[in-house]
């Protein structure tokens, strides 16, 4: 009869603790969606409002952000640009080029320390000139075949929809990232901020 009652024990114990942690995980979420938000509503220069938004401003083509999935934030730069709608548009299956840069995010408008990856020949310079040893990254385009190259949820859920030549920031919680998966200087459970520009997309 004990044995039974420690097993019972153990098994309340091992469901608490995994609820326990799954609900940590949320939260850590949950914090980093609040963050971005704030961030993108507040200091963000342009300021944005919610995509779901605009029809209600009194502002002429106000800039927004739209939450392409629960996790994924992304803000085109250039959307109102009158030439936007003739460039070819991404979809599943596309080939793009990307010249990017991915950052840390904090809650703040990304600096320089925060990059932890670039082709942006501009930015490795710059990292260059802070002591950084950059021999091996490269000014090469990044190919992406969507729905089938390894890359981060947030990015490849955030190029559908756009086109070519979009200037892109895309604003990700962990779970749309990395998880609880230590990649290079990324922390563990970090939010990440990717900006972008689609030099080209093949069909």
């Known amino acids: 009869m004990k044995s039974k009652i420690w097993i019972a024990f153990v ?31 507040s200091s963000h220069s342009p300021r944005l409002i919610n ?5 209600q401003a009194l502002e002429k083509n106000p800039p927004f952000y739209e939450q392409v999935e629960y996790n994924t934030f992304r803000y085109i ?7 936007r709608e003739s460039r070819v548009q991404v979809a599943e299956g596309d080939e793009v080029e990307l010249t990017f840069t991915a950052y840390i995010f904090s809650g703040s408008k990304p600096a320089v320390s925060a990059i ?51 200037s892109v920031e895309v604003y990700m919680t962990l779970d749309a990232a990395y998880g609880d998966d230590v990649v290079g200087v990324v922390p563990l459970e970090s939010s990440v901020v990717w900006y972008y520009t689609i030099d080209k997309v093949v069909r």
């Open 11 to 41: 098994v309340a114990t091992s469901l608490l603790f995994s609820v326990a942690c799954g609900d940590e995980a949320v939260d850590v979420a949950e914090t980093q969606r609040n963050s971005i938000v704030s961030y993108l509503t």
């Open 77 to 83: 730069d250039d959307y109102y640009n009158p030439e």
């Open 116 to 166: 932890y990856l670039t082709n942006d020949q501009v930015q490795i310079d710059a990292l260059q000139n802070t002591g950084l040893n950059v021999e091996y990254w490269k000014a090469e385009p990044l190919k992406v075949k969507i729905g089938q190259t390894n890359i981060i949820k947030g990015v490849e859920v955030s190029l559908i929809g756009c086109r070519e030549g979009d």
């Open 51 to 55: 995509k779901k938004d605009v029809g």
